[in-house]
């Protein structure tokens, strides 16, 4: 079936650390997959999204990781500051009906 | 551009009552997405338009929930009857087409069930 798991579910750390949250996926014919922050009361917003194509991808300080052998992939926030501190979903969107399944959100917070 | 316009942003109600939610997409956006997002959970993925047909409906509870979308621009989604596990935040999203691309969320309405 389609199921994306997401770990941790939350996660501190110090201002300045590099944060790392991973997910893997059920189904090895996934090949679009984003990456979602939400802010405590607000909409998801993307921050970033790698294609099966490529195995990283870069935008400043946030990068992503896929492995489509293991069906895993990550997010990795470097040099973290407190507007960081959000919940974050993975997803994956699964090929036969283009569906986007999320993760079950990594809540993330930045320590002054 | 404007975003996604969502209304109510919230709404209170009693269970076996009956609720509806618009929503306006991105102008030109062929795709539109209904989401159930439960508290503490990621968004749940309740039914998916392209234009005005329905390209996924499998996690939608047809017996009490309904959407459709004339036109092939706004949508409704209603509830009728509501019941206790309902309460949640419904997310209207969309996409310039299907696949791959960036969904673009709207504000959400807070549906609260007593």
């Known amino acids: 079936g389609e199921n994306v798991e997401q770990h941790p579910s939350t996660l501190s750390v110090q201002e300045g650390d590099s944060a790392v949250i991973k997910c893997t996926y059920s189904?090895?014919?996934?090949?679009?997959f984003p990456w979602y922050k939400q802010e405590l009361g607000k909409r998801p917003q993307l921050i970033i999204d790698i294609r099966s194509n490529v195995g990283e991808k870069k935008d400043q300080r946030i990068a992503v990781t896929l492995n489509k052998t293991a069906k895993h992939f990550s997010l990795h926030i470097t040099e973290t500051q407190p507007e960081d501190s959000a919940v974050y979903f993975c997803a994956a969107l699964f090929g036969g009906n283009e569906k986007l399944t999320f993760g079950t959100g990594t809540r993330l917070t930045i320590i002054p | 551009e404007a975003g996604v316009a969502q209304s109510p942003r919230y709404k209170i109600i009693e269970k076996r009552q009956s609720v509806a939610f618009w929503c306006n997409p991105i102008s030109g956006h062929a795709t539109l997405y209904w989401y159930q997002q439960i508290l503490g959970q990621g968004p749940k993925l309740l039914i998916q338009f392209q234009n005005n047909g329905v390209v996924d409906d499998s996690q939608l509870p047809k017996d009490r929930f309904s959407a459709e979308r004339l036109k092939g621009v706004d949508s409704t989604l209603k509830i009728q009857p509501a019941k206790l596990e309902d309460s949640a935040v419904y997310l209207c999203?969309?996409?310039?087409?299907?696949?791959?691309?960036?969904?673009?969320f709207g504000p959400g309405t807070r549906l609260t069930v007593l």
């Open positions: 999203a969309s996409s310039l087409v299907r696949g791959g691309n960036e969904q673009f």
């Open positions: 189904d090895s014919a996934s090949n679009y």
